[in-house]
């Protein structure tokens, strides 16, 4: 009995290793693409979602790209609702400071505060940029101090 998956493998051309910036790109764009198909109603989109189209048809250099990912997913994160079942996105109403202890409120803000964080520990995101995001995107929607919001978080 031959083992063909071995043969096959063998055969194949390896994938070609992308560059940063290509990964980047194909980051922004599969984004893009899921964004676009989770808005039935093109008018609620955040307008974050067309400065990352933007900065994708003007090939802007990968910093650029990361930072603009970066708020949209903040925005995505904090101004929808998904639909389990068809991954649609809806304007929420849910009011973040009065929920600061739902156990799913920490979760989603301490996720996207360490996908920041773990931006810059990779060199995709610059420490000022990342803070100004972070400070204007997340802290502010808790109304906690910088300070509280990492308590809050525990760091």
């Not at 250099?61 to 930072?67: G, K, N, V």
């Not at 799913?104 to 803070?131: I, Q």
């Not at 997340?138 to 109304?143: A, D, H, Y």
């Amino acid at each position: 009995m031959s083992d063909f998956g071995s043969d096959f493998a063998s055969a194949m051309p390896e994938k070609p290793e992308l560059t940063m910036e290509e990964k980047m790109n194909q980051s922004a764009d599969d984004f893009l693409a899921n964004m676009d198909n989770a808005f039935t109603d093109k008018s609620i989109a955040p307008p974050e979602l067309e400065a990352l189209r933007e900065a994708r048809k003007k090939n802007a250099p990968p910093l650029e790209i990361a930072s603009k990912i970066y708020e949209l997913m903040i925005e995505r994160g904090m101004r929808y609702d998904e639909d389990p079942d068809t991954g649609r996105l809806t304007p929420t109403d849910f009011d973040i400071p009065n929920n600061l202890e739902v156990p799913e409120v920490k979760k989603e803000f301490s996720h996207l505060y360490s996908y920041g964080m773990m931006l810059m520990n990779r060199g995709m995101l610059e420490a000022e940029p990342l803070k100004e995001i972070v400070i204007e995107r997340l802290i502010k929607r808790t109304g906690l101090s910088p300070e509280e919001f990492d308590k809050w978080l525990g760091y």
